[in-house]
């Protein structure tokens, strides 16, 4: 197996202000599938091609915004090293028992300079039928309702110090840095695309004052005519959309920003190259930020640098 350490995103949990609009959010109008509701009132979710059995999970509460942000990893002793190597780099680190999140093992969660929860876990219930392993269809009726996004995908994370935030997820967790865009000094990062697989990112951080805020949480679609379709099932559905259809600079996603009905941007993509941790960082100058960003309009909007959950 060549990929080992951190696998691949595994879960966001969510705050909505609403529990009842955010389920017709999550679950109509994205077309995630409802897969459990916990003692405490969390409601879980999965897209229509993930297999485990959560990645979007929804907890009610005063305030907008993301709780944590969860990577799965290879296996038990990947889990307990890198707990130690986190330990040793100076971060507190938390045990988590399983089943604390339905259907999901022990994780170890630790903050980041940034102000941002992060766990890692490697257990999660397994939601495949027998349609997903023996003689599978390419796609199931789930894969038509609503926006119906193959997985989550990404996010990206608000917050101050995310140069450190990047040393630990480099030094420690395996991540290597793919893109980045530099501010007028022509020194100091703005923002950083992290990835710890063959994806042009699997997080990403801007960097700002307020810590542990949310820009979005991202997920992924088959190609740029279902961005299409997603943003036309979003005006049917009178979701607040931030900008898009368009494409990123950075990264060369196609996309579609987008606010659920507590104010938390999620993002509807679709593309992104492939790339490798042997590759030299993509750099961004102040004056192409913009460009990179958004790269019809070639300019950011007010929105994409203020506003946050
Ligand atoms: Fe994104």
């Not at 300079?113 to 789930?142: A, C, M, R, V």
């Amino acid at each position: 197996m060549a990929m080992t350490g951190v696998l691949r995103p595994g879960h966001a949990q969510i705050r909505v202000l609403d529990l009842e609009e955010g389920i017709n959010h999550y679950g109509k109008v994205l077309g995630l599938i409802e897969t459990g509701r916990d003692s405490q009132g969390r409601v879980y979710f999965k897209a229509w091609d993930e297999r485990d059995h959560n990645s979007v999970i929804l907890r009610e509460a005063d305030t907008a915004g993301i709780d944590f942000f969860g990577f799965k990893v290879a296996d038990q002793a990947t889990l307990d090293k890198l707990d130690r190597d986190l330990q040793a780099y100076g971060l507190k680190t938390e045990r988590i028992p399983a089943g604390e999140l339905l259907e999901t093992g022990e994780r170890v969660r630790f903050e980041v300079p940034s102000g941002h929860q992060i766990e890692l876990f490697w257990e999660k219930s397994d939601y495949g039928t027998d349609d997903t392993y023996t003689n599978p269809p390419p796609w199931t009726d789930e894969a038509e309702r609503g926006i119906a996004p193959i997985r989550l995908d990404h996010c990206l994370l608000y917050g101050p110090d995310i140069e450190k935030v990047q040393d630990i997820f480099c030094k420690v967790l395996g991540f290597y840095l793919v893109e980045h865009v530099i501010m007028e000094d022509g020194k100091t990062d703005l923002a950083i695309w992290l990835s710890c697989s063959t994806k042009a990112h699997d997080i990403a951080f801007v960097r700002h004052p307020e810590p542990g805020k949310l820009h979005h949480v991202s997920f992924l679609l088959e190609s740029w005519e279902k961005v299409l379709r997603a943003a036309d099932i979003m005006s049917m559905n009178k979701v607040s959309i931030d900008i898009g259809p368009t494409r990123h600079g950075i990264t060369r996603g196609t996309t579609i920003y987008a606010f659920d009905p507590s104010g938390n941007r999620f993002e509807t993509f679709c593309g992104g190259y492939q790339c490798y941790p042997d590759w030299k960082p993509v750099r961004w100058t102040w004056d192409e930020v913009g460009t990179g960003i958004f790269y019809h309009d070639r300019k950011l909007n007010e929105r994409f640098l203020t506003v946050v959950s």
